[in-house]
């Protein structure tokens, strides 16, 4: 959603659903600065840590090892 996404997606893999999203990013990036900006926010405030991914897999393992 514009309001909570963080970038585009595109499918199929093919060079064409690549281009077409590489194109909407351009089309926001020149004339829609702010929502731009606000894109970049989002993108700044993702925890990408790596204490973050750790807790993911051991609640993932975790729950595996004691799931009957």
Avoid: I, K
């Avoid at 499918?11 to 020149?30: L, Q, S």
């Avoid at 926010?41 to 051991?58: G, L």
């Amino acid at each position: 959603s514009p309001e909570r996404g963080t970038g585009w997606t595109f499918a199929p893999a093919t060079v064409p659903a690549f281009v077409d999203a590489v194109e909407a990013a351009v089309t926001v990036f020149r004339d829609q600065p702010e929502e731009w900006r606000r894109l970049q926010e989002r993108c700044m405030a993702q925890d990408f840590s790596w204490a973050r991914a750790a807790s993911q897999y051991y609640n993932v393992f975790t729950g595996a090892c004691f799931s009957n």
